[in-house]
């Protein structure tokens, strides 16, 4: 917490986990059944007092050594809680670094952090699958993203005239499981580190034939 940081609220924030049928996950319809109401708000100003930028559908900026990151963020758009319009505009491009934050990596969302200019997004909900069958992959996403994209980095966006970096997407697959479920196949928990390379020291590193905007 003694490192400069930006959260957003989700479901496992809101609510306590109860019992329910996992195969309900195959079906995108089922009704959502929620646990007891959590000490979400305690949470929230405990990280908040430590300096941490709350971006529960709000935006905000942090310096980071001399590096200025614009940031935004929604709340969880799987409970259809996220409030886009509340952040929309164009992401600021003098900023050195441009980061969107979502839980759950709904592409109606991922879509407007795009087209509003941010260069990376990072999400997680998904847990990666959890169970994850061998040259398959992930079973369901548990959202609207697709199995592909599931974890890891992916570019969601190309680049273009007005986003010379185009759009990547991380998805971690996290630490943990629910109670209820506490296993995962071919999928082991993790907590992620991306080093961030500028796009011109990224170009001029980048193996000849090989463009440097391919995934490494």
């Known amino acids: 917490m003694d490192r400069p940081g930006a959260f957003?609220?989700?479901?496992?924030?809101?609510?306590?986990?109860?019992?329910?049928?996992?195969?309900?996950?195959?079906?995108?319809?089922?009704?959502r059944?929620?646990?007891?109401e959590l000490p979400w708000r305690d949470l929230r100003d405990g990280m908040?007092?430590?300096g941490w930028l709350d971006l529960t559908n709000g935006a905000g900026e942090l310096v980071v050594g001399d590096r200025r990151i614009a940031l935004a963020g929604v709340d969880d758009s799987h409970l259809k809680r996220d409030r886009y319009d509340v952040?929309?505009?164009?992401?600021?491009?003098?900023?050195?670094?441009?980061?969107?934050?979502?839980?759950?990596p709904e592409p109606r969302v991922l879509d407007r952090f795009a087209s509003d200019g941010y260069d990376l997004m990072l999400c997680g909900h998904t847990h990666g699958g959890q169970l994850r069958v061998p040259f398959y992959g992930a079973l369901v996403t548990n959202c609207?993203?697709?199995?592909?994209?599931?974890?890891?980095?992916h570019r969601w966006a190309e680049p273009d005239a007005e986003r010379p970096n185009g759009t990547w997407l991380h998805v971690s697959a996290g630490l943990g499981t629910s109670p209820y479920a506490p296993v995962r196949f071919a999928c082991p928990p993790e907590a992620t580190l991306l080093t961030l390379v500028a796009r011109e020291?990224?170009?001029?590193?980048?193996?000849?034939?090989?463009?440097?905007?391919?995934?490494r």
């Open 8 to 31: 957003v609220l989700a479901s496992n924030d809101y609510y306590a986990p109860r019992p329910k049928n996992p195969f309900k996950y195959f079906f995108p319809s089922h009704k």
């Open 33 to 36: 059944v929620h646990g007891d």
């Open 48 to 50: 908040r007092d430590r």
């Open 87 to 104: 952040v929309a505009g164009p992401a600021d491009r003098s900023a050195d670094l441009r980061l969107g934050l979502a839980h759950s």
């Open 144 to 153: 609207g993203i697709d199995r592909d994209r599931v974890r890891w980095l």
């Open 201 to 215: 020291a990224a170009a001029a590193a980048a193996p000849a034939g090989r463009g440097a905007s391919g995934e």
